[in-house]
């Protein structure tokens, strides 16, 4: 880079920012050229003369933003010692995106050679991510976004076999839906340039989601409550808020007596969390990061992560893969996730929800629509489901200790057997989950989002079958459910439901979900079972 001009610094009206000294407006290479020449600060000699690490460089960009505006300014190392100094002045600031400090042992000769300025980290924000972000901010403000299609499913083949799969919960990384190995990867930059990982980020950048989230009150108030009443646990703890949105479990951490909160978003939302954040007067106690949890660097470790991670099924959007990230990278030992254990439910429903969303494609105003029957049945449905409908008892399919817990473990296959209560027709499959906060707190709390529980925005997900099975109480249904990933999107999830139906009502029968229900087959034959594939996109 040319020291007199500044020159190879790229001027686009992305890069533009408030010289410190005369607050003028000017591209990021003239603000440079502007502080040193005008008001007789040399940027990157001044941390290259005190070999500042990039904490320094953000200390001292900061410190000359309090002090806007001044003609001329003498600055010592000093001045800016104060960690107060950390937190951004302007939100975003290009200033603190230029990497003044690359190498704490640099030499004053080491600049790049190639007339450059190089980009560094900010708020968790690599190089070409903070340019394009930079770039078209306004324009994706201004968009409006359409959130994730949850629903739809793109294909559900029904077949025969003669075996049922093996259950087993492996550490492996092996997709229990294709069988490829399928190591796990923490999200990186490159995810973000991927159309899918932009498009979920977006998704979080506009109010209307953060309102149903909010005004779920079992979710809102599990963390408040287990926060607040367990204030023990946070008093004087250092809490990072991963995903933190309009920072309301931040400022609950805050309430509970917290020493300081970090809060990570990489959604836009976060330039509201921050005048949120300052309106309740928790600015000294609340830094907010933009930025993906795996790139953004924190000034210190933590004692506690709080993250309201969960999706539909639990595991839609994969959130917890950056939890995860987080805990390994900055939770000192002996701190703790909130919430601390994670369980997911399957259990078999009746034909009542069938009737109404499959077989009414039968006689529609006297008009026979039953081609949209297969598509119905192609997609599970996340909804609210009256307790009335469930056939059969809950079944455990995964337990997930959440200070623990290894991406690889989020995909598994688990048998079951279940046992109907009383005679009906076995029509579809209902999965939902619950959250324990624990971790040794007076008050424990749970979450839960069965439909025995006051409906919460993860509603429950409704498995139909393409043709109910009669069934009488105590006929066991047997079978096992598997959860993967989509290769296509990671944050999307997989299902493969393998199943029959033993009928013990019978002497010396079985039943089975075959192209005839009502057929009984002698116990000596060879059972037929159904494989239906899903998938929550």
Same mark, same amino acid.
Request: hydrophobic fraction near 35%; glycine fraction near 6%.
């Given at each position: 880079?040319?020291?007199? +001009? ?156 003669? +075996? ?374």
């Amino acid at each position: 880079m040319d020291e007199d +001009t500044f020159e190879g610094w790229e001027e686009d009206e992305g890069t533009a920012t408030p010289c410190p000294g005369c607050k003028k407006v000017m591209s990021v290479g003239d603000c440079l050229k502007c502080l040193r020449d005008t008001h007789g600060v040399d940027l990157i000699a001044f941390c290259a003369q005190h070999h500042l690490d990039m904490y320094g460089g953000i200390k001292l960009v900061n410190y000359l933003r309090s002090k806007t505006p001044f003609e001329a300014l003498d600055v010592s190392v000093d001045d800016f010692a104060d960690d107060k100094y950390l937190h951004p002045v302007i939100p975003d600031d290009p200033l603190m995106c230029i990497d003044l400090c690359p190498d704490e042992d640099w030499e004053e000769d080491a600049l790049p050679e190639d007339g450059s300025v190089p980009l560094a980290t900010c708020e968790g924000t690599e190089e070409d991510e903070f340019k394009k972000i930079l770039e078209d901010k306004q324009k994706q403000q201004q968009q409006a976004s359409d959130t994730p299609n949850t629903t739809t499913t793109t294909s559900t083949t029904t077949s025969t076999t003669t +075996t049922t799969t093996t259950a087993t919960s492996t550490s492996k990384s092996k997709s229990p839906i294709t069988g490829k190995e399928e190591p796990p990867k923490n999200f990186t930059k490159d995810d973000v340039d991927d159309e899918n990982e932009q498009a979920y980020f977006d998704s979080y950048s506009y109010s209307a989601i953060h309102i149903e989230m909010i005004r779920d009150s079992s979710r809102t108030t599990s963390y408040r409550n287990y926060m607040l009443e367990n204030a023990s646990l946070f008093k004087d703890k250092v809490v990072l808020d991963v995903g933190c949105g309009t920072g309301i479990l931040s400022m609950f951490a805050a309430q509970a007596g917290a020493k300081h909160v970090y809060g990570v978003d990489n959604a836009a939302i976060i330039d509201k969390a921050r005048v949120i954040v300052s309106e309740n007067g928790f600015g000294d106690k609340i830094s907010l990061f933009r930025g993906l949890m795996e790139e953004v660097n924190l000034p210190e470790n933590v004692d506690i992560i709080v993250s309201e991670w969960m999706g539909y099924l639990l595991l839609y959007e994969s959130m917890f893969d950056s939890v995860i990230y987080a805990r390994d990278k900055w939770l000192n030992k002996g701190g703790i996730v909130v919430p601390d254990v994670a369980t997911m439910y399957v259990c078999g429903v009746d034909d009542t929800r069938w009737k109404e969303d499959v077989a009414v494609w039968d006689n529609v105003y006297g008009l026979s629509m039953g081609t949209m029957k297969e598509e119905v049945v192609k997609q599970p449905a996340v909804t609210v489901v009256d307790k009335e409908i469930v056939l059969t008892q809950p079944f455990m399919m995964k337990e997930f200790d959440l200070n623990t817990a290894r991406i690889s473990e989020f995909e598994f296959t688990s048998d079951f057997t279940m046992t109907c209560k009383r005679t009906s027709n076995f029509a579809g499959f209902l999965t939902y989950f619950d959250c324990l906060f624990d971790n040794g707190g007076d008050v424990p709390v749970v979450l839960g989002t069965g439909p025995e529980n006051i409906p919460t925005h993860w509603r429950q997900v409704l498995f139909h079958l393409p043709k109910p099975a009669p069934v009488n109480a105590g006929d066991l249904v047997e079978g096992s459910i598997s959860i993967g990933r989509l290769e296509t999107n990671k944050r999307h999830i997989s299902i493969a439901l393998i199943y029959k139906i033993k009928r013990v009502g019978g002497i010396g029968k079985e039943s089975t979900n075959s192209e005839n229900n009502d057929e009984l087959c002698e116990k000596e034959k060879d059972v037929e079972e159904t494989v239906l594939y899903f998938e929550l996109a």
